[in-house]
T-cell receptor, first 118, second 112 residues
Framework: GAVVSQHPSRVICKSGTSVKIECRSLDFQATTMFWYRQFPKQSLMLMATSNEGSKATYEQGVEKDKFLINHASLTLSTLTVTSAHPEDSSFYIC??????????????FGPGTRLTVT | AQSVTQPDIHITVSEGASLELRCNYSYGATPYLFWYVQSPGQGLQLLLKYFSGDTLVQGIKGFEAEFKRSQSSFNLRKPSVHWSDAAEYFCAVYNQGGKLIFGQGTELSVKP
């Protein structure tokens, strides 16, 4: 149980375009979802926290107008990178937590999305 | 502020040898502690967690970790390492704001 999927696993886009990444909890209701960014050989950096049906809370330094997060249902959250630039190239990972996944203290992670902006 | 320190950036062990990955945390209350493993290009997989109770916790893939409050540590151990254990390992603590605070990670290499 507690499986989280992400789509796509890899995406290449041109500078100036927007890219949407989906994060789904497959077998539990995710009341909270988290979006992380990971640079090579580094740890995960939390970008934002989203609760179903409410606006996401962004970490300091993360541009909310550039990284649009929507958590419209208990099983789906999306991250849209708007007007992407090469410096947005990174590995984006989502995680989800909810009552069915062991409570709010446990996060289950998706497999990640590799974004390359050319 | 809560923090997690993994002192070793990279560790190499021989296959079949024992392993210990260090993790120290800074947290005022009883911590909720986690170890995750990440293979290249993959997400994070939960190895084990400590919330309360027995300070020695067993996880998946033969891993265990011991919570030592007096040392503010939560070291990960495995008695015999397999080549497939080569990966990045992250220790994390759950903070009062509802967020996971990750250590810098330890890259494990296994030599035959």
């Amino acid at each position: 149980g507690a499986v989280v999927s992400q789509h796509p696993s890899r995406v290449i886009c041109k500078s100036g375009t927007s890219v949407k990444i989906e994060c789904r909890s497959l077998d539990f209701q995710a009341t909270t979802m988290f979006w992380y960014r990971q640079f090579p050989k580094q740890s995960l950096m939390l970008m934002a926290t989203s609760n179903e049906g409410s606006k996401a809370t962004y970490e300091q330094g993360v541009e909310k107008d550039k990284f649009l997060i929507n958590h419209a249902s208990l099983t789906l959250s999306t991250l849209t990178v708007t007007s992407a630039h090469p410096e947005d190239s990174s590995f984006y990972i989502c995680s989800a937590s909810g009552e069915s996944s062991g409570g709010s203290y446990e996060q289950y992670f998706g497999p990640g999305t590799r974004l390359t902006v050319t | 502020a809560q923090s997690v320190t993994q002192p070793d950036i990279h560790i190499t062990v021989s296959e079949g040898a024992s392993l210990e990955l260090r993790c120290n945390y800074s947290y005022g209350a009883t911590p909720y502690l986690f170890w995750y493993v990440q293979s290249p290009g993959q997400g994070l997989q939960l190895l084990l967690k400590y919330f309360s109770g027995d300070t020695l916790v067993q996880g998946i893939k033969g891993f265990e970790a011991e919570f030592k409050r007096s040392q503010s540590s939560f070291n990960l151990r495995k008695p015999s390492v397999h080549w497939s254990d080569a990966a990045e390992y992250f220790c994390a603590v759950y903070n009062q704001g509802g967020k996971l605070i990750f250590g810098q990670g330890t890259e494990l290499s296994v030599k035959p």
